[in-house]
Nanobody, 119 residues
């Protein structure tokens, strides 16, 4: 189960931080990702971080957004700076984890958290 927080209304140029925490029995986390879906558009990847620390961003957020993870807290963060109206969307977290050393990977999605960028 994932619990996301940080939804809000911000002005263009502002900042917002989203967080998403996994709960339950967790042995390891393979990857943590953020997606977003704007009205009338497909869900798209914003960024991802893997267990070995590899981080990937969509071109449209590079230099503005930072994804980070805290495996000890089973939490992924998305720091969003220099927000634009085009960043308005529902933001979803996705965490891929294992509940045991021999367990198959499980993928969990958080509920969307609304980010609105408007003056």
């Amino acid at each position: 189960q994932l619990q996301a927080s940080g939804r809000g209304l911000v002005q263009p140029g502002g900042s917002l931080r989203l967080s998403c925490a996994a709960s339950g029995t967790i042995f390891s986390i393979d990857s943590m990702e953020w997606y977003r879906q704007a009205p009338g558009k497909e869900r798209e990847l914003v960024g991802s971080i893997t267990s070995n620390g590899f981080i990937n961003y969509a071109d449209y957020v590079k230099g503005r957004f930072t994804i980070s993870g805290d495996n000890a807290k089973s939490t992924v963060y998305l720091q969003m700076n220099s927000l634009k109206p085009d960043d308005t969307a529902l933001y979803y977290c996705k965490i891929s984890l294992r509940s045991g050393s021999w367990s198959p990977q499980q993928v969990f999605w958080g509920r969307g958290t609304l980010v609105t960028v408007s003056s």
